[in-house]
């Protein structure tokens, strides 16, 4: 009878623990859903900047400064894309498929990395579509409209970093998160302690 509490007990600490960890990887595929959309959107724009007719009496170094870094919003958007779909699209599988749970543990690990290579591009491109945007005023206006408009693009650029360090410090420990990876095998262990 003892050992069949144990034996219960052990199960279903290993089904919680799979639990939390399934839990782990709908967070990283719902991230990579909103960071999908959201580039998707943001490389739209920037594809639709590219397809203008810039006048041909601008400074030849103002428009490849438009196209630089409108087509590096674009790429790196796409990039996004790509990653946050390949990760959606694999993640789930490696988890699935494997013969134990290490391959649910290996394929959480991947996701948080492909995460966060995925956010570095996401802020690169975000800023570029900024730079480019200002750089569409600066290519079609008079200088004081653009002047003016450059004013409040960066005035809203720089609330746009403060909101999301605010944001950022509330929900992002510096520590970083805790995984829910347990380490151990307690069967073995305590299958070792009973034949001593």
Not at 163 to 188: C, K, M, Y
Request: net charge positive; glycine share 6%.
């Amino acid at each position: 009878m003892l050992q069949a509490n144990k034996g219960n007990v052990i199960s279903k600490f290993h089904k919680t623990s799979l639990e939390i960890r399934n839990m782990e990887l709908t967070y990283y595929l719902t991230v990579f859903n909103r960071l999908s959309s959201i580039s998707s959107i943001l490389a739209g724009f920037a594809s639709s900047a590219l397809t203008m007719s810039v006048p041909g009496w601008e400074d030849s170094l103002l428009v490849m400064a438009f196209l630089i870094f409108t087509s590096s919003a674009f790429g790196m958007n796409l990039l996004v894309i790509l990653i946050a779909t390949l990760c959606n699209l694999w993640g789930p599988g490696k988890a699935l498929r494997g013969a134990d749970q290490a391959h649910l543990h290996q394929a959480i690990d991947v996701l948080e990395q492909a995460q966060k290579e995925a956010m570095r591009f996401f802020v690169i491109g975000l800023f570029c579509y900024f730079i480019s945007t200002i750089l569409v005023v600066w290519l079609f206006f008079d200088k004081m409209g653009a002047l003016m408009t450059t004013i409040i693009l960066i005035l809203f650029c720089f609330m746009l970093i403060r909101q999301s360090l605010v944001i950022r410090r509330a929900f992002i420990p510096n520590e970083g998160f805790t995984s829910g990876l347990i380490r151990g095998n307690p069967v073995r262990s305590s299958a070792s302690a009973s034949s001593t």
